[in-house]
């Protein structure tokens, strides 16, 4: 197995991914909640059951645009070349936000659409900077 070719773009689109994701989780709940104890599993349960539903909503948002950023970056890793990069990343994606679902309490809703939003929009990355095919010309 090439390395360069399968995992590294995997890798570095998951780290990216989950950065921008915890960046964005922690700007949100800034503005939201003020400062959060994260290593307190009491004051973490706490805010999220007191969190308003327009957090999850940009909870949501943020998801998928990270999520979009994370195909993204798979892809141009990989060389633009190979769907299965942005895909197995959208994966890794979906598995850490159901691993955060079951840990955190959160409304059904948003863990529904929590889970299903990672994929397609990995996937939504790697279309936009594939390397498109071109016709022979003559």
């Known amino acids: 197995m090439n390395f360069t070719r399968y995992v590294l773009p995997v890798v570095v689109g998951a780290m990216a991914g ?5 960046l964005g ?3 949100i709940t800034m503005q ?4 959060i104890d994260t290593h307190d599993a009491n004051s973490m349960a706490l805010a ?4 308003p539903e327009s957090v999850f909503v940009y909870l949501l948002i943020n998801y998928s645009i990270c999520s979009f950023g994370a195909g993204l970056v798979a892809t141009l890793v990989g060389g633009r070349t190979m769907v299965r990069p942005a895909l197995v990343v959208g ?4 598995l ?3 691993y955060n679902s079951l840990h955190l ?30 016709e022979p010309v003559g």
Do not use: D, Q
Not at 18 to 22: G, K, R, S
Not at 91 to 94: H, Q
């Open 32 to 35: 939201a909640v003020g400062n």
């Open 105 to 134: 309490t959160h409304p059904v809703w948003f863990s529904v659409a929590n889970l299903v939003a990672y994929l397609p929009f990995c996937f939504l990355g790697y279309l936009v900077v594939r390397k498109k095919e071109t």
């Open 48 to 51: 999220m059951k007191n969190l």
């Open 96 to 98: 850490a936000g159901l």
């Open 25 to 27: 989780e922690m700007w």
């Open 18 to 22: 989950m950065i921008l994701i915890t």
């Open 91 to 94: 994966i890794v994606l979906t």
